[in-house]
């Protein structure tokens, strides 16, 4: 087997599904299914998320990551910004609601929060920072973004996180993305495939893959 080259910094296995489908092709002499790992594979440390931005948070767990292992790490950051509320939940969003990790809590405040907003003031978007680092000291970040409008209630049962109250703008509206097939759903009712094409990761990610090239260079 092919030795590792990346690490991402996530014990997530979706993620690190979705890391490899995107850098797949893209990389000349990258075999993604053998040299693109998670954290738990190469004893990575897990970090602190103690920066202040999206951007901050990526590049603090790309860099511990690349350090601790000797790879070229990836890490992301991501979450919920709505109009309303200046820009939170931001890098609180997953623990809106006081605990890490309680999606229907922190949901429900957060419609709660909203309950007197009309529709047409009820835009929010999915932001993601990914970065790359290298043990030698090279780093760069990008970002990605899908923009919605946020629902009353939830609806769906796929996703996770603020899914099932974001609706894509992008599958909305006259111009709407495959023919508007999926126009007036949720994050968590389109097909993952769907929400994996549009979503703010994977453009971060896509948006990252020249730095990635440049970072193995």
Known sequence: MA???????SHNKGKLKELREILRGHIDGLDVDTQVVDA?????????ETGVTFAENSLLKARAVAR?????????DSG??????????????????????????????????????PAEHRGAKFCCAASVASPDGFEAVE????????????????????????????????NALYEGKYAGQSCAQIPSEIKNSISHRARAFEALIPQIAAALA
């Open 80 to 117: 919920l910004s709505v109009d309303v509320l200046g820009g939170a939940p931001g890098i609180f969003s997953a623990r809106w609601a006081g605990r890490h990790g309680d999606d229907t809590a922190n949901l429900n405040l957060l419609l709660a929060q909203l309950s007197d907003i």
């Open 143 to 174: 970002y990605g973004e899908l923009p919605g409008e946020l629902l009353t209630a939830p609806a769906g049962e796929g996703g996770f996180g603020y899914d099932p109250i974001l609706r894509p703008v992008e599958l909305n509206g006259e």
């Open 3 to 9: 030795e590792a080259k990346i690490v991402l910094a």
């Open 68 to 76: 601790a292992t000797g790879l070229i790490a990836i890490a992301d």
């Open 40 to 48: 738990s594979s190469v004893n990575a440390p897990d970090v602190p």
